[in-house]
């Protein structure tokens, strides 16, 4: 089956013909920054006309939230013009064919674990570090999408109580310790600011300030490990995003984890589907709910 699979991002949005794993006709576009709503719903529309024709089905991966077809967000400012924004319903006015949308993190989750032994592996979390922390859980072989879309915001869960206020409301957040945008909150204070990417190439160079931030970072990933381990079993982690995959932070949160007692830990490794994880995560996850 062919599916026309779309991701939505803040910046971009990513379209492609996915038929099993192979990503074909993939374009990118930017995402529309003036007059939101209505260059989105122009925007689909056009996607849809692009590939008319050459899809039995549409999966949509998605920045926020998608709450019963509507896209919002945690924090729905963060998304200004595009807050409950009426994402299948968009869609649908311009194909018959059926639509299917889910979270952007968790169709990285469900694309990284069809890579996995699934034999033995009931329980899976993906958690991406980049300008934010999210995720994605799949329980008894299951992604988590159900009932209200917010499954896998793990990163809204706390790792210090007296911790900064995230953007979400909430004090202590793992995304407000963790995530390049709380990393880059405290290296633009430094004496000699700078940002993330800078922070990261200061801590490959032993620079005492950067290994402390980054390490501030990884330990609170460790601690959100262990409590998915000790809370919903979890067997695997696979770690994505820009600052989970930059060169030395994910060594440190296994050597976090690894000083934890033997039933708060479980094997970690790094995400290996870039740019498409989105895509074909989707399109395999959406395949899943028509075949129900």
């Not at 026309?4 to 990513?14: C, P, R, V």
């Not at 122009?42 to 089905?57: C, K, M, P």
């Not at 999966?59 to 924090?75: D, F, M, P, Q, Y």
């Amino acid at each position: 089956m062919r599916c026309l699979a779309l991701d939505i991002g803040g910046t971009k949005i990513a379209s492609a013909i996915v038929s099993g794993n192979q990503v074909t006709q993939r374009q990118q576009i930017h995402t529309p920054q003036q007059n939101v709503a209505e260059a989105m719903h122009q925007t689909l529309a056009q996607l849809l006309s692009d590939y008319a024709g050459q899809f039995d089905y549409v999966a949509v991966a998605s920045t926020g939230i998608i709450n019963k077809g509507i896209l919002t967000a945690l924090n729905p400012k963060n998304l200004g013009g595009l807050a409950y924004f009426p994402l299948k319903q968009s869609l649908s006015q311009h194909t018959s064919k059926p639509v299917y949308l889910l979270n952007d993190a968790q169709a990285a989750t469900y694309a990284e674990y069809q890579r996995q032994d699934k034999k033995h592996l009931q329980n899976f979390a993906f958690i991406t570090v980049s300008t934010g922390v999210g995720g994605g859980l799949i329980l008894n072989r299951q992604l988590l999408t159900e009932p209200n879309g917010i499954a896998g915001h793990i990163g809204h869960t706390v790792a210090d109580p007296n911790g900064p206020v995230c953007g979400c409301g909430r004090v202590g957040c793992v995304e407000a310790i963790a995530s390049g945008r709380a990393i880059e909150a405290v290296s633009k204070q430094w004496d000699d600011p700078c940002d993330p990417k800078e922070v990261f190439a200061r801590f490959r160079k032993m620079d005492e300030k950067a290994t402390a931030l980054v390490s501030r970072s990884a330990n609170a990933i460790a601690n959100l490990v262990a409590d998915l381990v000790i809370g919903m079993d979890v067997q695997q982690v696979v770690i994505g995003g820009s600052v989970g995959l930059a060169e030395g932070y994910l060594p440190l949160v296994k050597q976090y984890l690894a000083q934890m007692p033997e039933i708060y830990r479980c094997p970690l490794e790094a995400a290996q589907l870039g740019q498409d994880a989105g895509l074909i995560g989707a399109a395999a996850w959406a395949l899943t709910q028509w075949h129900d």
